[in-house]
C-alpha cells in the first residue's frame, strides 16, 4: 500500500483530518488519565483490613457510664456469646474504615523532644485481636493482666502491639520488640507485632500507622461491639444480638448497627460512585468519537465516489479500496494519539499537583493507543465496506 | 432574511436525518455532563449566607509547641482553646461574638412511649441566632445572660419541633437531653446554611438538614456534654476538664460591619497573642482572620471529586464540539456546489456566513434542549449518590438558562469555522464542474 497518495489527499483536506485528529487526542488524554483514575480507585478498594471481614459484625451503643460500665459491659459481652454461631464478643474503641478514629502523635524520647507521624490508637477489650481475626507475626498477644483500666482513653498497661508498618517506619532495620515510645508523660513498650490493621479511615502511606493497646471495659469503652460469627449467619446473629441488648438494658440506645462487609462497602461507596462515573463518561467518549470518526468517513466517501470509481475501473480491487480507507483512518488516529499522550502527560501533571494522582504509569500510553485504533478501524469499517462496493462504472457517469 | 435562512437550515437538517441527530445528540450529550457538573460544583461553593458573609470573620491563633506543630505545612490551628475562644467573647471586641462546638446528643421524649434517639447539637453562645440571621418560626434565642447563669434553655430546629411537638409552639415546654432538662425558648424556621460552614472540623456534616438542637455552650458543658471534635497539644487534655487541657475544640465567629472593624480587631488579635506569648501560654504569636468565604476556599471544602468530575465533563463538551465541527465542515463542504449557486445568483459572502451559522445555531438550541432533559438526567443520578449533598442537587433558574447559554455558544463556536469555510467557496470552480 502506497501512503504518499494517501497521505497528498489528507493534505487536501488539512482542516477535517486535523480536527478528527484534535478530538482523538483529547479522548486519548481524558481516556488514559480517567481509566488510570478508575484503577486508583479500585485499588484501593482492595485495601487488606488485617480483619476477619466476612466473619464480623458490629453494634455501635451510647455506652455505659460510670462506675457499672466495667461489669455491665462484661455481662453483655458474656449474653453475646451465648448466642448460637458467635465465636467471640468484645468491645473496641473503633473498627477500621469506620470513619471514625482516635489519633496522637507518640514522643520517641522521655521528654517529648523528638515526636514520631500520627498514628491511630486501638484498644480493645481481652481476646480482641483474635476476635478480629488480627494475624501476630512477631512476639506475644497481650495477656490477662494488660487489661486494665484507661485514663481518657490512655491504657495503664505498658504494653503495646504496633502494625508491621509501624516498626518499619520507627525502627527501621531493627526488631521492634522491646521498643518503646510516650504519649503524653506514659511510656509503652512493644510486646508484638501484627501483620494488617488499617485505620478509621486511609491516609495513603499512613494507612496502616495504628498502635494497639489493651484495656478492660470501662465507660470509655463500652460502647462499640463486634462479634465474630460464622459468615454464613452473621445477618441472624445481627438481629439476635441487638435484641439481646435491647433486652438487657433497656435504657441503651443502639445507633447503628451491620456487617463488617456492609461497614467497608459504605466507606467506599463514594469511591465505587466515581468509578462508575469516570467509566460511564469513558463510553460516552468512546462512542461518540467513533461517531465522529464514521461520519467524517462516510462524508468522504461520498465525496469521493467518482474517484473511487476510476480507480476501481483502472484495476483497484475491493480490497485495494478497504485497505486505502483503512490505513488513511490508522494515519490520521496515530496522529491524534501522538498529540494525545503529550496532553494525557500534560493533564496528568496538573492533577498531580491539585488531587495527590500518583504519576501516570508508562504503561497506560501503548494500551491507549491500542484501544484507539481498534476504535478508530471499527468505525471506519462500515463507511470504508461501502466504498469497496462502489462500481467501476460510476466513473464514467457524469455527476 | 432570518426567515428564509432557517428555512434553507432546516432543509439542510433534514437532508440528513442520521447526520444531524448524531450532533444534536453528541452535543446534548456534553451540555448534560457539564450542566450537570456544574450544578453540582455550585451548590457545594456556594455562599451560605449571601446577605452576611462579608462580616463574618473566624479568628486563628496557635497555641502549640513548637516542637510539635499543629502541621508540617504551616497551616493554622483550626479551633481555638476554651479558655482562648472566651476571652475573645468576653473582651466583646466584635459587633457580635460567638463559640461553637457541635455534639451528638441524646434526646428523650416527654411522651410515655417516645423512644429516646440522637441528635446533631450545636453547642454555643446567645449571639449565634441574630450573627447568622436564624430565623424564628417561636420563640427566640437565649440572652448573654442566659449564657453566664448556664441556664437550662434550649432551641430547636423546625423539624425537630414537628417530630416531638406535631409543629405546635411548643416554647415553654421542656426537651430532655442527654439526661437533663432544657427548656425551649425557641423554634427555627427551616435553617440550614449550605455548606454547614459553623460546623467545618468540628466533627459534623458541611452539607444536607441542619442541626437539631442549640444549648448553651456553658450549660451544656456544666451537663457533661462533650463536643464532636477535640484535637490536644499537650499532655493532660482529657474529655473531662476540656474548659483547663491543653486542647482546642470550639471554632469562634466574629460580626465585624466594616473595614475599619476588621483591621481594628486584627490588631487587638494580634495583641492578645504577644501578650498570651509574653504569659508563656503561647510559643508562637501568630495569628489569622479569614472572612466567611475566604476560610471555606483554604480549608478545600469543595470535594475534590465534585471539580475533578466537572474537568472532565468539560473535556467531555471539548470532544463533542470538536466533534459536530468535523462533521459540519465535511457537511458543508459537500454543498460547495449548492454554495457556489447561490454565491453566483447574488448572496453575498455574509449572507452565506450568516446561514451557516444559523444552521449551527438550530443544532446548539435542540441540543440544548436535549442537554438539558440529560442534566436533569444526570442530577437524579447525583441525588442517588451516597454524598451527603446528594440530595441537594437540583437546576435552579440561572442553571437553566445558563444551559442554553453554553448551547449556544458551544453551537456557534462549533459552527464559526465551517460557515467561515463555506463562505470563502468561489463560485465559479463550482458551477464550471456542475
Known sequence: ?399 | MFGYYLDLALRSLARNKVLTTLMVVALALGIGATITTLAVLRLLSGDPLPQKSAQLFYPQMDPYPANQPFSRSGKMPWLLSYVDAMNLLRARRAQRQAAVALSQVKVMPQTADGNPFYADGVMTTADFFPMFDAPFQYGAGWSAGDDDARAQVAVIAGFLNDQLFGGADSVGHMIRIEGHDFRIVGVLRPWAPQPRFYALHLGGHSYGKGQGVFVPLQSARADGITPSAMMSYGPGSGMDHLETSPAIWLGVWLELPDAAAVSTYRRFLANYAQQQVALGRFQKSRTAMPALMEWLRGEHVVPDDARLQAGLAFGFLLICVVNTVGLLLAKCLRRSREIGVRRALGASRAAIFVQFMVEAAIVGMVGGVLGLVFAELGLWGIRHQPAQYAGLAHLDLSMFLFTFVVALAASLIAGLLPAWRACAVAPAPQLKAA
Not at chain 1, 480536527?19 to 486508583?40: D, H, K, P, T, Y
Not at chain 1, 491511630?120 to 488480627?134: C, F, K, N, Q, T
Open chain 1, 1 to 399: 500500500m502506497e501512503l504518499l497518495p494517501i497521505l497528498s489527499s489528507l493534505r487536501r483536506h488539512k482542516l477535517a483530518a486535523g480536527l478528527l485528529m484534535l478530538e482523538i487526542a483529547v479522548a486519548c488524554a481524558i481516556l488514559c488519565n480517567a481509566v488510570f483514575m478508575i484503577r486508583q480507585r479500585l485499588s484501593e478498594m482492595q485495601v487488606h483490613t488485617g480483619l476477619a471481614e466476612s466473619e464480623l459484625v458490629w453494634l455501635k451503643t451510647d455506652g455505659v457510664s460510670g462506675a457499672d460500665a466495667t461489669p455491665v459491659t462484661e455481662s453483655n459481652l458474656a449474653a453475646l456469646r451465648g448466642i448460637p454461631g458467635v465465636k467471640s464478643a468484645v468491645v473496641v474503641a473503633s473498627l477500621p474504615l469506620s470513619n471514625d478514629d482516635m489519633n496522637f502523635n507518640p514522643s520517641m524520647d522521655a521528654d517529648g523532644k523528638h515526636r514520631g507521624p500520627n498514628m491511630e490508637l486501638m484498644v480493645g477489650s481481652p481476646g480482641y485481636l483474635h476476635a478480629l481475626g488480627i494475624k501476630l507475626v512477631e512476639g506475644h498477644d497481650f495477656s490477662a493482666d494488660d487489661y486494665a483500666g484507661v485514663d481518657t482513653w490512655l491504657p495503664h498497661s505498658p504494653s503495646m502491639i504496633v502494625t508491621r508498618a509501624v516498626a518499619e517506619r520507627l525502627w527501621p532495620g531493627q526488631s521492634a520488640l522491646g521498643q518503646a515510645f510516650w504519649i503524653g508523660t506514659k511510656r509503652y513498650q512493644v510486646i508484638g507485632v501484627v501483620d494488617h490493621m488499617v485505620r478509621g479511615e486511609l491516609r495513603g502511606n499512613a494507612s496502616e500507622y495504628t498502635a494497639l493497646f489493651a484495656a478492660r471495659p470501662s465507660a470509655e469503652l463500652s460502647s462499640l461491639y463486634v462479634l465474630r460469627a460464622d459468615p454464613s449467619a452473621l445477618d441472624r446473629v445481627l438481629r439476635d444480638a441487638a435484641a439481646k441488648l435491647a433486652a438487657l438494658n433497656p435504657q441503651m440506645l443502639i445507633n447503628d448497627k451491620g456487617t463488617y462487609p456492609g461497614l467497608r462497602g459504605n466507606y467506599f461507596a463514594s469511591d465505587r460512585a466515581m468509578a462508575w462515573l469516570l467509566a460511564t463518561v469513558c463510553t460516552a467518549l468512546l462512542i461518540v468519537t467513533a461517531l465522529g470518526i464514521g461520519g467524517l468517513a462516510s462524508f468522504w466517501v461520498a465525496q469521493r465516489r467518482r474517484q473511487i470509481g476510476i480507480r476501481r475501473a483502472i484495476g483497484a480491487t475491493r480490497g485495494d479500496i478497504l485497505r486505502y480507507f483503512q490505513t488513511e483512518n490508522f494515519l490520521i488516529v496515530s496522529g491524534g494519539i501522538g498529540l494525545g499522550m503529550v496532553l494525557a502527560y500534560t493533564i496528568n501533571l496538573a492533577l498531580m499537583s491539585h488531587y495527590e494522582l500518583p504519576r501516570l504509569p508508562l504503561a497506560y500510553f501503548p494500551v491507549g493507543a491500542l484501544a484507539l485504533w481498534l476504535l478508530g478501524q471499527l468505525a471506519v469499517l462500515g463507511p470504508a465496506l461501502r466504498a469497496s462496493h462502489v462500481p467501476p462504472v460510476v466513473a464514467t457517469r457524469s455527476v
